[in-house]
């Protein structure tokens, strides 16, 4: 079985400032990994994933992600935040293998605000 | 455009009133998710199905049933609500064929049960 950790419950960072959210998995076996935002009143949608190649995995909208298989972690970057940028991230894990079916485990979720 | 819809965005129902919650995907895919999401839980997996009349038990069953005639629709019914089920249902689907592709995600149900 797999778990997931969001070390931030939330995160409030003024606009154009940098922002890191934590995120960290146990697994004891290989995981594909995925960071997904909720903006309010929405359902959620996937922002990245990371499979296998590149540790950097990067979104259309600036941010990215690094893969560190050593300390299982996912943390996701943006090295400038915009107001739109105020959602609630959720972090999750898969594992590759067959009898998974893409079934996720998510983790708690990090409200980012972003503050003018 | 890909699109999962849920027959309510708010429900109100009493304790041991038996619900359904419906969900429809346009995308043709396999695998079709409930899930409920709490604040500081996060999401977790009710049930999940990957086929037609397949369906397997995800993280919390307990309470739940659900129900796939159609590929395109998988239905969450809860036998006799009661008050700890209030939350916000999430559905999502994807293909079976890929195991890393992307969920999609409906825009939720909200329940309260009184």
């Known amino acids: 079985a797999q778990s997931v950790t969001q070390l931030d419950s939330q995160v409030p960072v003024f606009e154009e400032a940098p922002v890191e959210l934590r995120c960290n998995y146990s697994s004891s076996v290989s995981v594909y990994l995925f960071w997904y935002v909720q903006y309010p009143n929405q359902g959620l949608q996937l922002l990245l994933k990371?499979?296998?190649?590149?540790?950097l995995v990067k979104s259309i909208n600036g941010f990215e992600a690094e893969f560190n298989k050593s300390q299982t972690s996912f943390h996701l970057r943006k090295p400038s935040v915009h107001i739109s940028d105020t959602a609630e991230y959720f972090c999750a894990v898969t594992p590759p293998g067959g009898t998974s079916y893409g079934k996720l485990t998510f983790g708690q979720g990090t409200i980012l605000t972003v503050h003018p | 455009d890909v699109k999962v819809t849920q027959s309510s965005r708010y429900l109100v129902k009493r304790t041991g009133e038996k619900v359904f919650l419906e969900c429809v995907q346009d995308?043709?895919?396999?695998?079709m998710f409930w899930y409920r999401q709490d604040p500081g839980l996060g999401l977790r997996l009710i049930y999940f199905s990957y086929d037609v009349k397949m369906k397997e038990k995800g993280d919390i069953p307990e309470g739940y049933s659900v129900s796939r005639e159609k590929k395109e629709r998988f239905s969450l019914i809860l036998e006799s609500a009661s008050t700890n089920q209030t939350s916000m249902y999430l559905c999502a689907s994807s293909f079976l064929r890929d195991l890393a592709d992307t969920q999609y995600f409906g825009p939720g149900t909200r329940l309260t049960v009184l």
């Open positions: 990371y499979l296998s190649g590149s540790t």
């Open positions: 995308m043709d895919h396999e695998n």
